[in-house]
Nanobody, 122 residues
Framework: QVQLVESGGGLVQAGGSLRLSCAASGRIVSINVVGWYRQAPGKQRELVATITRVASTDYADSVKGRFTISRDNAKNTVYLQMNSLKPEDTAVYYC????????????????WGQGTQVTVDS
């Protein structure tokens, strides 16, 4: 089994910054694509940013130029640096990872974290 744990959320004033972390643990062989998603109240979950194992990145138009996704493969951790935050960035942020695991089976599985709340006050 693999666990993803997000951290770093909180309350911040508009224009401020937060850095989210997504730490993976368990019987991990490798972590492939990782994505950060968010879900605001009453809205569908949306993709914010993705990063491949070789650090190729992609962003939603709404966060380009403000958010940066990065990863530390040695630590099995992915980060989301969020700058110039806006009230519309308020949401629960989730990480999602495609993981090659070694137990209970040697296979590739899709995992989600429990989410971390980000609130941007205007």
């Amino acid at each position: 089994q693999v666990q993803l744990v997000e951290s770093g959320g909180g309350l911040v004033q508009a224009g401020g910054s937060l850095r989210l972390s997504c730490a993976a643990s368990g019987r991990i062989v490798s972590i492939n694509v990782v994505g950060w998603y968010r879900q605001a109240p009453g809205k569908q979950r949306e993709l914010v940013a993705t990063i491949t194992r070789v650090a190729s990145t992609d962003y939603a138009d709404s966060v380009k130029g403000r958010f940066t996704i990065s990863r530390d493969n040695a630590k099995n951790t992915v980060y989301l640096q969020m700058n110039s935050l806006k009230p519309e960035d308020t949401a629960v942020y989730y990480c999602n990872a495609l993981v090659r695991q070694s137990y209970p089976n040697y296979d590739v599985r899709d995992y989600w974290g429990q989410g971390t709340q980000v609130t941007v006050d205007s």
